[in-house]
Each structure stands twice: as C-alpha cells, then as structure tokens.
C-alpha cells in the first residue's frame, strides 16, 4: 500500500450547495466549511468527499461526450424507486434511467444495495 484514501474532491462552482445536496443524500455531516472548500464525512478523523470551488465550471453532458463526466458516484440504495424521489427533492436532475445529476451537474448513478452490503443505516457496531 503507497497510501490510504483522504477525500474524493469534486469542483463545484458552489461548494456549500454540493456539500448541503450530499450530506442529505448520504446522511453524513458537513465537518469542513471555508466557504470555497467543503467536506463531508462521518467525522472529523474520516475521509469523505470534498468540494472546491471552481468558477466558472463547464457541468458534464453526459450521456452526450462533448463535456466529459470526469467522475461519478455510485450510491447504493436499498430502495431506489424511493431514492429517485428523495434525490430529486434534494434537488437532482434526472439523466435517464437511474443515472441523476446533483445540483452542480456531476452525475451519480442510484443502484440497489448489492447483497454482500449490510442495509442502509444498519447498524454495524454490533
């Protein structure tokens, strides 16, 4: 191992407002907030995503590929017919299928918790 994962950090030409859309949609705190760099995570001690701010950012066209995805989120749900309506009110944009845009155009993909995976918000401490 060279190293352990710190945060995935995604420009954003708003990061109050990315950091806001996916602290609902994971259900994690904003623990990070400068006004131009947001983190959120389980914790202060935890890695997470982060925002940057970057004015002035072209939001990816996928599926079209004149303006690239450059990353996506997959976020498994244990109902997804639920959490296409909850992301949408958080302020998503459908892509087609199950594939959204946040409020700042990055795209993420919903998929059903794979069976390996404990449910969502189980308990895993005990």
Wanted: net charge negative.
């Amino acid at each position: 191992m060279i190293g352990r994962r710190h945060h995935l950090v995604i420009d954003a030409p708003d990061p109050g407002a990315s950091g806001a859309f996916w602290s609902a949609v994971l259900g994690e705190p904003i623990t990070y907030d400068d006004g131009d760099f947001v983190v959120v995570s389980v914790d202060e001690e935890t890695s997470g995503m982060a925002f940057q701010r970057a004015p002035g950012l072209a939001a990816p066209t996928w599926p079209d590929p004149r303006i690239p995805q450059q990353m996506h989120l997959d976020i498994m749900v244990d109902d997804v017919d639920a959490a296409r309506a909850q992301v949408v009110r958080l302020g998503a944009r459908s892509l087609g299928g199950d594939v959204y845009a946040d409020p700042a155009g990055h795209p993420f993909c919903l998929i059903s918790r794979p069976s390996w995976a404990d449910p969502i918000g189980a308990d895993t401490d005990s």
